[in-house]
């Protein structure tokens, strides 16, 4: 069972999770902080569920999650401040944040996979979706959902990526609410140097992205492209030098190593 008490004596942020919804069950946590009609405003609203009926992740795949043992949350930005018109450096804020807590809380080597996954020895342990609805041509909420694998330790279906979870990685159950605490505690630290220095969050990201340098392909749909990932540039977008050393720069899609 999830304690609010414990969680919330751990949260330290000023804004980032202090209006915080729980639910035992949701369709998917995007869906419902991203519903205007679910009356979800205040900045750093966070909704929080044990269990995701449509959990989904990138491209529309599915999320599969059980119950009461991991977490997913989704993080409400509404205000102009926070908004960003290019997530992709959102997206690494996001997932430097779990990487910090791992690391701190479970001294877990964690590797940023482009651009958003948290992986451990190759295996991924929480995956982020961004969405945003907009207002006329202005984005007017941005969501931030995250699922971090913590307690599961069995998994079924089929991962383009192996799946894993913390309490695979330690050999013992890790406490959510102080993991979730940590996590947002990062998140809301991230965010403001996002807001004043984003090439800080661009530096620290690198640091820990290990496939720089590396022969790569990248799927989008039906295309697929090969070539080295050279660097990421001041947005957060791939460089992908191809035979002829010319480099494209690229938006979105799935990153393997070749
Ligand atoms: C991915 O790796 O494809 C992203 C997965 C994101 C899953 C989380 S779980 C909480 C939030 N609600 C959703 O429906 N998806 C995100």
Redesign the pocket.
Known sequence: MFSFESFDIKLDTEFIGRNFVFSEEAD????VLLDKGNKYTINGTVFYTEK?L?????KN?P?Y?AKELNL???ILLSNKKYITENPVLLNFAASLAVGNALENLYQLKVELKWPN?VLIDGK?LC???IESTSEGNKIDRLVI???INVNQTMFQGSYSIPPTSVKLEINENAERERLLAEVLNNFEELLLVLIESPENILKDWKQRCSMIGDKISITEGEEVKYGIFEDVDENGFLLLKDNNDRIEKIHCGDVSLR
């Open positions: 998917s946590t995007n869906s995701q449509k959990g989904r992740g990138r795949r999320w999650s997913l949350f989704s996954d991924k995956g982020i979706l959902g995250l699922g």
